[in-house]
């Protein structure tokens, strides 16, 4: 528990360290250590309301993503952005721009909610490409509805660190299995897999012992780098290509 203690401990002085801060008149620019797609950094705003903040993304993460050509007017899309939206707590104004009212007490949440939801939201461009036919999330969910598995959508649990993990399914507890906490990972890349990772770790550190995790990973578009499967696996996290999925289906449906 004390290694799992000094890796917290490491992240939020990274996160600390890395977080630059900017006033402009009236507007406070938060550039954070997160980075999108275009390997740039995240940044979001802040503009003081009376007694609250209001937290917002001016608009650039949708408008991004539609530049780059991926539209969200399906209703698949449509239906995953607001699932990522609701999940965090964050709004859409304008039909663009992702936004959060916040008081000082909750500032450190919201503000964190509101850099999950633009990554999330920022990672639907790799569902543009026409060859994918639907969501992984969605095939995800059908294949367990065809094996028989028994799960929660969209699970909240609250971490060591006071935040909200969220996990696309939970598999409840049944005699002798586990409870199972899956994560889906449509776009394999390092910064996206150490988010898992610290989700899971910041839960585990408030919930030892009682869950199993997995994460079941696209690999129809690219290949999975080992580095980022033996990254799953120093931290006892089950890593299934979703071409290895029927490898792990007893395990599910237990």
């Not at 006033?23 to 250590?33: C, G, L």
């Not at 990972?185 to 990772?197: G, R, V």
């Not at 299934?240 to 599910?252: C, N, P, T």
Request: hydrophobic share 35%; charged share 30%.
């Amino acid at each position: 528990m004390d290694n799992l203690k000094n890796l917290i401990d490491k992240y939020y002085a990274w996160l600390k360290d890395k977080t630059v801060l900017n006033n402009i008149d009236d507007v406070a620019e938060i550039t954070t250590p997160y980075l999108d797609r275009h390997n740039d950094y995240i940044q979001i705003y802040a503009l003081k309301d009376r007694d609250k903040y209001k937290l917002t993304d001016d608009g650039y993460t949708i408008k991004d993503l539609q530049i780059s050509g991926c539209s969200l007017d399906s209703p698949k899309r449509k239906k995953l952005l607001n699932a990522i939206l609701n999940g965090y707590g964050v709004e859409l104004e304008g039909g663009d721009t992702l936004t959060t009212t916040t008081t000082e007490a909750e500032f450190p949440l919201k503000k964190h909610n509101l850099i999950q939801a633009v990554i999330d939201v920022n990672n639907m461009f790799y569902l543009a490409n026409s060859t994918i036919e639907g969501l992984f999330y969605e095939d995800v969910k059908l294949w367990f509805d065809e094996i028989d598995v028994r799960y929660i959508e969209r699970v909240h649990f609250g971490g060591k660190s006071g935040y909200f993990r969220t996990f696309d399914f939970v598999i409840p507890k049944y005699k002798n299995s586990p409870e199972r906490l899956i994560k889906t990972l449509n776009n394999p890349t390092k910064q996206n897999a150490d988010s898992i990772i610290f989700d899971w770790l910041d839960v585990e550190a408030a919930r030892p012992g009682i869950a199993e995790p997995f994460v079941l990973i696209n690999n129809e578009e690219k290949n999975v780098p080992s580095s980022l499967m033996n990254s799953f696996e120093n931290y006892n996290i089950k890593a299934v290509q979703w071409s290895d999925r029927d490898s792990i289906k007893e395990v599910l449906a237990a």
